[in-house]
């Protein structure tokens, strides 16, 4: 499971563990959305700095392996 925050960082949980795995570090604005990929080796995140995260989570990284700008607003 992850949790978006507005100081912009993600929470992520192994929910049967009930542990937090990872802060994930990147936006500098609340995030408003989050997804998994189906295969949930990846986590997609949205926020209100108008730019979309993709984080691998099977790499073990905390920053970004890419983000997508464009948008004129947030996201």
Sequence with gaps: MACG???GQVAVF???EGKRLHSLEG???AVRSLC???DST???TASDDKSV???DMKGGSNSPMATVY???AWV
């Design 53 to 55: 995260k993709v984080f």
């Design 5 to 7: 925050a507005l100081d």
């Design 42 to 44: 990846l986590l997609l």
């Design 36 to 38: 998994f990929s189906p």
């Design 70 to 72: 464009g948008h004129s």
């Design 27 to 29: 936006h500098s604005m």
């Design 14 to 16: 192994d929910v049967a």
